[in-house]
């Protein structure tokens, strides 16, 4: 063999070991050095013990209710005890996007606007080079900072015609419109895209499709405020019927909700970006369903059947596949875990996030530092943080306690309805959640010990929070009407 042909041959041998070594050079891209994408999904008013994935059963002739979210939760790592840090939308899901609670962020109640000195979880991804998009079917009129493009179902009906078009049909355009957006050429750049989910919110009124296969037939109730309300005012003790018949309808809300989920999630496989898209699935909050009080909604309740929400994430290429995490976690431990699993570092202002990654939790098996679970309700117009008609959560993995100084009943709808009205709640409520996970039998007068222990802990928590409370912006005119028409204010 000549000198040529040797050089020649080295040099060949070593273009073929570059095209090994080098992503990219095959014209296949290496998953693991490709740039993460994040996929944020939240359901409105949705418990995780309704789903497949958290061991609800449907109706034995039915198809599974939650095929989507079951297959979400086999690939990525699902956590049993995740709590919001309130049952109302805009703060729950405003801790979401900022890794703070309703306390520091200032948005406590519906309507209320984000103050400028917050750094969202946007903010931070756009001035990265993420594109961002969001995609809402409610907090429509939040300002939402950081993303580039927000789609909301006014774009399309309008604010007063889009009430009379149940909420599948506003999830279903929702889902259209994302699918679009997906299609489109991402290009070089990772995207950040958040969609919010209206089902199974109140009124409970599914597709007929969906009340045939999860919603008994008998039963003389709907899932509307209207006969809904007066169950509540009037104490109404419900058939094993009736109640079934409310909550099939309910189900089948959370059966098509999880279609468009599964819409979803197979549009990322067919783009070829399912294995480098951190997907984080959530609610804001759950629903009474009846549990407490002859309550069917959330606004009013601090207990699990509300604050608990289902929460599953997942990403092939780092985290493990089919993890159950046991460990009770927050919403509000979101942000920096996202930000430990994709960036982007740098110093933002308001950086002070109050969750912690949970990466430590899922790769480790480790608890989180902070082994308690904090949450709040606060009075609709009530602007003085710490005074006045407010209610405190503490949790641990053992226990429960509930503050209420003052013995405010809180007075959402439907209790709005009729003068002098409210939700029970005593001043203190202690559980044991070893032998009372439905929080039935307060334990407070007996238990004061351990009262006293839980009392001063989140007594000195809110202090912590009061520090650093923002004054949030009001609602306009618009905003106002719409969170009306949501049965949200009267």
Not at 269 to 277: C, Y
Request: net charge negative; with cysteine.
């Amino acid at each position: 063999m000549s000198t040529r042909d040797r050089n020649c041959k080295h040099k060949l041998l070593l273009l073929l070991l570059l095209m090994i070594f080098i992503p990219g050079c095959t014209g296949k891209s290496d998953s693991s050095e490709a740039p993460l994408n994040l996929l944020i999904i939240t359901a409105d008013t949705l418990r995780s013990d309704r789903l497949g994935c958290y061991g609800f059963q449907g109706p034995s002739d039915a198809p599974p209710i939650t095929p989507g979210l079951d297959q979400l939760a086999r690939d990525g790592v699902l956590f049993t005890n995740a709590f919001a840090p309130r049952g109302s939308t805009w703060p729950s899901l405003t801790t979401i996007h900022t890794g703070l609670y309703p306390l520091s962020h200032g948005v406590r109640n519906n309507g209320q606007m984000l103050s400028s000195d917050v750094t969202t979880l946007a903010q931070r991804l756009h001035q990265k080079g993420f594109r961002t998009a969001a995609f809402l079917n409610n907090m429509i009129h939040a300002p939402h900072p950081g993303f580039a493009q927000i789609w909301s179902i006014d774009d399309e009906l309008g604010t007063e015609r889009k009430y009379s078009v149940p909420y599948s049909e506003w999830d279903r355009r929702l889902t259209k419109n994302a699918l679009s957006w997906l299609s489109k050429d991402q290009g070089e750049k990772p995207f950040f895209l958040w969609l919010h989910y209206m089902e199974p919110h109140e009124p409970y009124a599914p597709s007929l499709e969906m009340e045939r296969l999860y919603a008994p037939a008998r039963g003389a109730k709907n899932g509307t405020m209207r006969d809904l309300g007066p169950i509540t005012l009037d104490q109404e003790d419900l058939s094993s019927v009736d109640l079934a018949r409310i909550q099939g309808l309910y189900n089948a809300q959370v059966a098509s909700l999880d279609r468009s989920i599964l819409s979803v999630l197979r549009k990322l496989e067919d783009e070829g970006l399912s294995q480098n898209t951190l997907i984080v699935f959530a609610s804001d909050h759950g629903e009474e369903l009846y549990d407490h009080h002859h309550y069917f909604f959330h606004a009013c309740s601090s207990y699990d059947s509300v604050l608990r929400v289902p929460l599953v994430i997942s990403l092939p290429s780092r985290l493990p596949k089919g993890k159950r995490v046991a460990t009770q976690v927050e919403l509000v431990d979101l942000v920096p875990t996202v930000l430990d699993l994709i960036g982007p570092g740098g110093s933002f202002p308001g950086d002070n996030l109050e969750g912690e990654s949970l990466l430590p939790v899922i790769l480790e098996d480790k608890s989180r530092k902070n082994p308690y679970v904090f949450a709040e309700w606060v009075q609709r117009g009530h602007d003085t943080p710490g005074t006045g008609p407010e209610i405190y959560v503490i949790r641990s993995e053992v226990a429960k306690f509930i503050h209420n100084p003052t013995g405010f009943q809180p007075d959402n709808n439907p209790y709005g309805l009729r003068e002098g009205v409210g939700f029970p709640q005593e001043v203190e409520e202690y559980y044991d959640l070893t032998v009372d996970p439905r929080e039935l039998n307060n334990l407070a007068a007996s238990r004061q010990a351990e009262v006293e222990e839980l009392r001063k802990i989140l007594n000195e928590w809110v202090q912590s929070k009061l520090k650093t409370t923002r004054t949030p912006g009001s609602p306009d005119e618009k905003t106002l009407n719409n969170l009306k028409a949501l049965g949200y204010v009267r």
